[in-house]
Structures are given as structure tokens and as C-alpha cells.
């Protein structure tokens, strides 16, 4: 049997809906009944329809035996209503009513969807500075709150439906909050650690702190979602004795902070430079030591053969004379004064000999400073890194590349880098190692038999 189907009493039959375009909570009252008229408010006639819109909820409380009890059809409905639909409800119409007469029961549609946003204004209060704890300032702070109604079971419990009063409601969401941001931002520049003349430049950071501690007070006390606070203007009594005393104060420590901070800026510039100075000079000292090194080395190292021909210039020149005065005129082998044809000879042929070992010694300096002089610099150690399996491997000079070619490691398509290459290449990209691929020369043709020689190849014998 259908909970709202037509009784032996007859009637008009009700749709049971909201048409209110702004509420948060609006209680359904038969046509023609005021509230709190007659009973036949809550009376609710056999088929009547029930129609509940997205995002809303319609609450059905009715009397029990050990209570009050409650149902919630959650939008969107649209259905004549029916035990089916109520299944808490099919019991209570059989042993209350019987199914004769109109149910008794209170309905409310709750909007879940709109946001309700209330502006707060906090008039002024003192404040304090974390310096001068003792002087309070007058400031304001003006804002919205923005919240709206999602655990409406919950909403339920905290607040009566009977005869809701939207706007005594808001009433008492912006009196918390004004408590809640007069508590909180009191003593939030000690908290912040920041001048309380400079709270309306922190304005970000006091919002931030005021949502984070307002937030779970209101939710918690009036079960609503609280979705943003936002602080519009925090407002300082300028005119306050002690704000001037403040605002000298601050304007003081931050001129000594930023002469302060400016010093240590340029000590530190100059330290630096000093620093660099020396370090240059250092550097300039070393550097000049080094050449004059260098240069002194090249000069030992051209004098050096000069100077060991000069020694043994003199060595030869000594045993020169040692074998003219063997053979001269006049000595002891000369036959009494007469020339010694002997010592003569061997003078020649010492002189000769001397000669050409001061030739050589000069020939040998002169290409040793030739050599010097024209030596190339040693050839670079060109060396490769190869990309195989996703990893670096290498380096590798040339030749071992050419045994990598061979042992079939490296191929032209491998991936090769060396330093001055902007990015990887393959291996047969790159001229220098291109050879490194070159097909190996065939044989020559033929039976692999030796060839005759060629006429006339063959140097006729020797005589």
C-alpha cells in the first residue's frame, strides 16, 4: 500500500517542494497554513508528490514512541512519495495511523549549494609590539567569510530547524569571528615577530594565520564548511600617542639596521678586493718567476756547448804545445838546434787532428742549438669516449680504436665524443676516424703462382 495514497477521508493532495530562490534552511507548510497555526501544518495528505531539487535536501521529522526520527532525500527527486521510498517510515504509519489519516511530519529543505558569504567588520581593539609590550595601539580589521552547508547531518545536530532565523544565524557566525580575529590578532606581532606599525604590509601572512585558526572554530560550532576568510583592511589608529612612539622606534632600528648592513656590505667589498689584489699580485710574482726560470734554463742550455768547447778547446791547445815543444827547434830531440823533421810532422798531424775535433764539437753545439730551435711539439693524444649499451666508456686514443674496429666493438653507427665536439656523432661521421672503417684491399688476381721477373730486372754479375 502506497504511504501517500489516496485515504477514505479524501483531500487535497500537496507538492512538497522549495521555491525559495535564497535560504539556507525554509520549512514546508501545507497552502493556507500559517506557522503555528493548527496542527494541519505538518499534515501531509496520501499521495502527495515530493520534489527535491539538485543540491538540496528535504529532512522529514516526524514523532515516534522513543522519539523524534528523521529521513533524508538528497535532490534530485521528483516522486509521489511511497514506503518504498521511506522504508523507516512504513511502521510507524501502520501502528500510529493506521493509514486512515494524514501523516504528521515537519519537512525542511536545506540548501547545499549555495555559497552564503558574510562581511565582519572588527572595531578597534589594542594591539601590541613585540617591543613595547605594554604600549597598545587601536587597530580595526574589516573582511568576508565565505562558507556554505555540506555535512547537513551535522548541521542538524547543531542547530535547530523549528523556526530557523537565517539572519539570527549569520548574526552569531560574524560575532565569532570577530571574537576569534580580536583574539588571534592581538598578539600577532610578537607571534610574527614583526613591528606592529608594518601589520598592514603583512596583511597576506595575518590572513593566512586568522583563517588557519577561525576555520575549525566555526565548523565546529555551527556546522558549516567554512570555504575562504578574507581580510579586506587592517586599519591602525594613527592617531594613537603610542603609535607615534612606534612608528620613531621603528624608523630608527631600521636606519641603524640598514647603516649597519650597509657597512658590512662594503667591508666586505673591500676585503674582497684585497683580497683579489693580492691574489693578483701573487699570481703576476709567480708568473714572473717562472719565465725568468725558463728563460735562465734556455740561456744554460744554448752557453752549455760553448762552454764545453771552450773547456776542451783548451785541453787540445795545452797538449798542442806539450807535442811542439817535443818536436821544436833547438830541444832535446833536435840534434843540437838543428829542426827535427819528426816533431814537425807530428805537430801537423796534431794540429789536423785538433782541428777537426774542434770542427766536430762545433758542428755537434751548433746542431744540437738547431735541433733545439726546430723540434715540433709533441703530436695531442686524441682520445675518444664511446657511448655503447646507454653508458660512457673511454677514452680511447686511435690506435686502440683501430683494434675496437677490428674486435667488431665499435662500428660507424656507434656513438663517439672528444673534447671540442658539441654533442655526440656517429663514428663514420667523422672524418678522422673514417679511415678506421675502410674496406680491407682485396688480393690481387691470379693463381697465387710467384711471377717472372720482368727483363731486365736483374743486375747483370759483377766482373
Known amino acids: ?183 588571534i590578532v592581538t598578539n600577532l606581532p610578537q607571534e610574527l615577530g614583526i613591528p606592529l606599525v608594518q601589520i598592514e604590509r603583512q596583511i597576506m601572512a595575518v590572513n593566512d594565520r586568522v583563517a588557519e585558526n577561525v576555520k575549525p572554530r566555526i565548523e565546529n560550532d555551527f556546522g558549516v564548511n567554512l570555504k575562504a576568510l578574507d581580510i579586506a583592511a587592517i586599519e591602525i589608529d594613527k592617531d594613537s600617542p603610542y603609535y607615534g612612539e612606534l612608528r620613531e622606534l621603528t624608523a630608527g632600528i631600521t636606519a641603524r639596521t640598514m647603516q649597519a648592513q650597509t657597512d658590512v656590505n662594503i667591508k666586505n667589498l673591500e676585503d674582497q678586493q684585497r683580497i683579489n689584489a693580492a691574489n693578483m699580485e701573487e699570481t703576476l710574482r709567480m708568473q714572473r718567476e717562472e719565465a725568468q726560470r725558463a728563460q735562465r734554463l734556455q740561456t744554460e742550455s744554448n752557453f752549455m756547448g760553448a762552454h764545453a768547447l771552450d773547456q776542451q778547446t783548451e785541453v787540445l791547445k795545452a797538449a798542442a804545445q806539450g807535442m811542439a815543444g817535443a818536436g821544436g827547434v833547438g830541444g832535446e830531440g833536435g840534434g843540437g838546434g838543428g829542426m827535427n823533421p819528426a816533431g814537425m810532422m807530428m805537430g801537423m798531424m796534431m794540429g789536423g787532428a785538433m782541428g777537426q775535433q774542434m770542427a766536430g764539437m762545433m758542428n755537434n753545439v751548433g746542431q744540437s742549438m738547431q735541433n733545439a730551435m726546430n723540434t715540433p711539439p709533441p703530436m695531442p693524444n686524441i682520445q675518444y669516449y664511446l657511448a655503447v649499451s646507454g653508458q660512457q666508456i673511454g677514452p680511447f686514443p686511435v690506435p686502440q680504436l683501430q683494434q675496437l674496429v677490428l674486435n667488431g666493438q665499435l662500428t660507424p653507427q656507434t656513438l663517439v665524443w672528444k673534447q671540442g665536439m658539441a654533442g655526440w656523432e656517429q663514428a663514420g661521421s667523422i672524418a678522422e676516424l673514417a679511415s678506421l672503417f675502410a674496406p680491407p684491399v682485396p688480393p690481387v688476381p691470379g693463381d697465387g703462382a710467384t711471377p717472372p721477373p720482368m727483363p731486365g730486372s736483374t743486375p747483370p754479375p759483377m766482373p
Open 1 to 183: 500500500m502506497g504511504l501517500f495514497g489516496r485515504g477514505s477521508g479524501g483531500g487535497i493532495m500537496n507538492v512538497i517542494r522549495c521555491d525559495e530562490q535564497e535560504y539556507m534552511v525554509w520549512k514546508w507548510r501545507p497552502k493556507q497554513q500559517e506557522a503555528n497555526s493548527t496542527s494541519r501544518e505538518n499534515s501531509i495528505r496520501w499521495g502527495s508528490s515530493l520534489r527535491v531539487k539538485d543540491g538540496e535536501v528535504a529532512v522529514f521529522v516526524y514523532p515516534q514512541k522513543d522519539g523524534t526520527m528523521q529521513d533524508f532525500i538528497v535532490g534530485p527527486f521528483d516522486q509521489i512519495i511511497k514506503t518504498s521510498n521511506f522504508p523507516v517510515l512504513t511502521n510507524i504509519l501502520g501502528a500510529a495511523y493506521g493509514g486512515d489519516s494524514p501523516f504528521q511530519a515537519e519537512v525542511y529543505f536545506i540548501n547545499l549549494q549555495q555559497n552564503n558569504q558574510l562581511k565582519f567588520a572588527v572595531p578597534y581593539f589594542d594591539a601590541f609590539d613585540p617591543r613595547l609590550p605594554d604600549h597598545g595601539v587601536p587597530i580595526a580589521v574589516r573582511g568576508t567569510i565565505t562558507f556554505n552547508i555540506t555535512n547537513y547531518q551535522n548541521f542538524i545536530k547543531l542547530n535547530r530547524l523549528v523556526n530557523f532565523n537565517q539572519e539570527q544565524f549569520m548574526k552569531q557566525i560574524q560575532d565569532a569571528v570577530r571574537r576569534n580575529v580580536k583574539a
